[in-house]
């Protein structure tokens, strides 16, 4: 061993809706050899998972991708990648990437100590993104320490009418 030690990287990416935040995160895990992502949705997992094996994020066969949610797991023997409700991430398993979505469901009387749990413990071997909205800054900043928040801006204008 050369004594050369490897620090993961934790990103954090915080910005408002449509700025490209999950789709970064799906691209960045399928860039690595594992990984997993916690979204806050059943739907919104499921979405992913089946833009995934669209290939809207990059190559990826069926046969490496997994869906657990409270309501379905899709769990191919082989995976090394899983798309997840934040609740049902299996953190047990050693994976390069973690993504957790939306982490600012952290102030939520209902899940909130799932989301702290995600955001203090879940980690890649190789890097770790949390993404959600930019109120989270602050508590991030006090439960992380020093560390260096990436912001987003929107795609396009919110309209109502």
């Known amino acids: 061993m050369s004594g050369i030690s490897f620090q993961p ?4 990416v915080l910005g408002p809706t449509n700025t490209g935040k999950t789709h970064l995160a ?6 690595h050899d594992s990984g997993m992502i916690g979204l806050p949705l059943r739907l919104l997992a499921r ?6 094996l669209r290939g809207d994020f990059g190559r990826i066969h069926k046969a490496d991708l997994a ?12 995976a090394r990648y899983f798309i997840c409700t934040t609740e049902a991430m299996p953190i047990s398993r050693e994976v390069e990437f973690v993504a957790i979505d939306e982490c600012q469901l952290a ?10 749990d995600r955001v203090l413990h879940a980690r890649g071997t190789a890097e770790t993104i949390l993404l959600g909205a930019a109120t989270m800054a602050p508590i991030l900043r006090q439960l992380l320490g ?6 987003r801006a929107r ?4 309209a109502w009418g």
Do not use: C, N, Q
Request: net charge neutral; glycine share 4%; no cysteine.
């Open 26 to 31: 799906m691209e960045r895990m399928l860039a």
């Open 9 to 12: 990287v934790l990103r954090i």
């Open 146 to 151: 020093r560390v260096e928040i990436e912001s």
């Open 107 to 116: 102030a939520s009387p209902e899940r909130g100590h799932v989301f702290t």
């Open 155 to 158: 795609f396009s204008r919110l």
């Open 67 to 78: 869906l657990m949610t409270g309501e379905e797991k899709m769990l191919p023997p082989k």
């Open 47 to 52: 979405e992913v998972y089946d833009r995934a």
